[in-house]
Nanobody, 113 residues
């Protein structure tokens, strides 16, 4: 059974940091590109970051470049999103996905003072 389980979300003040994790099981994790998406209330889901299967290349949305870092540990079947210098506009439900084929349930990130 395929599972993607996100964790690490929560409430943080502007300027703070969070590290999201996504634990995968039920498929060959190391063969898949991994992505983080987010969806804010009333908005469409948008791509935040992506990492290749070998962890050799990453891409980011312009809005998070220089603040967020995506990485993965294929030995642990886990992908991470380190989020620094958080802004209120980063508030959203964050989802991890394997090749946009398998999706997690999401974790809420709220940036507010």
């Amino acid at each position: 059974q395929v599972q993607l389980v996100e964790s690490g979300g929560g409430l943080v003040q502007p300027g703070g940091s969070l590290r999201l994790s996504c634990a995968a099981s039920g498929f060959t994790f190391s063969s898949y590109y991994m992505y983080w998406y987010r969806q804010a209330p009333g908005k469409e889901r948008e791509l935040v970051a992506a990492v290749t299967s070998s962890n050799s290349r990453t891409t980011y949305a312009e809005s998070v470049k220089g603040r967020f870092t995506i990485s993965r540990d294929n030995a642990k079947n886990t992908v991470y999103l380190q989020m620094n210098s958080l802004k209120p506009e980063d508030t959203a439900v964050y989802y991890c996905t394997a090749d946009r084929r398998y999706w997690g349930q999401g974790t809420q990130v709220t940036v507010s003072s």
